[in-house]
């Protein structure tokens, strides 16, 4: 059925296709998240592998919600590890030793950088596409990935 949200075809494409970008770069964090969950090393192991479970957790939200959000404006969320890697900002993966320290600073890097994708979408989204809906959507996760931040660098 055709999507009549008050918004044309062609800006709902425009929205999709950044949202398609982040959900492509909340899927690899995530991923990257899980690796250091499962591999972490150190005296510290015990409360940074649990840490990370938390971490994982919020993305796991975070990622169904983006996907949703691009279901809501008439568009088919890209669902394979394919499109994720050609869509990302983030590398899938760095060198690194396995301790909580390198894994912190890896992580607080992709949270940056998704801030500032976001940011840098949340105006246009709004203006240029006539999209407040995904906008606002935008505000708060970028809250919520500023907030994971900060916690990852109080870390270090």
Known sequence: MKTNIGISAENRQAVSEQLAKLLAD??????????????VEGADFLSKHKFF?????L???????????????GHYAPATLKNFLALTHLTEYSERKNDSLGYIKDLLADHETV?????GNINPIADEYGDAGTSDYLTGLMEEHE???????AHL
Request: net charge neutral; aromatic share 16%.
């Open 53 to 57: 479970e938390e971490q994982y957790r």
């Open 26 to 39: 909340e899927y690899v964090l995530y991923t990257k998240t899980r690796n250091a969950h499962w591999n």
């Open 59 to 73: 993305l796991e939200g975070f990622i169904d919600s983006v996907a949703e959000r691009i279901r809501k404006i």
């Open 115 to 119: 801030i500032e994708f976001i940011r």
């Open 147 to 153: 907030e994971m931040a900060w916690i990852l660098r």
